[in-house]
């Protein structure tokens, strides 16, 4: 884990000092590139699912999450039963 600190710190250190190299107003354009680029996905993704819940016979449906690893609960014994059947059979056991 120190390896990757110390790599992941070179390396941006690296790109820092050629950040620090441009010209400020290289930076600038840079910077305005990103944010509307920024900018039009954003707009994308909100005209994305505006068009989607526009759409008729579409709607929105807010559920609970599932675990899909736990498996569901679908036996037809009880917990009270099998804890029952359980100390039943310790009490046969003593004997």
Known sequence: MEKLRVRLEAWLSKWGSRWQALPVGKQQKYILLLFIFYLLLSIGVILKVWYDLL???????????????????????????????ILKNKMYELK
Do not use: A
């Open 55 to 85: 759409q008729p016979g579409q709607r929105m449906t807010i559920e609970h999450i599932e675990n899909p690893i736990l498996p569901k609960k679908d036996s037809g014994t009880s917990v009270q039963d099998s804890i029952s059947k």
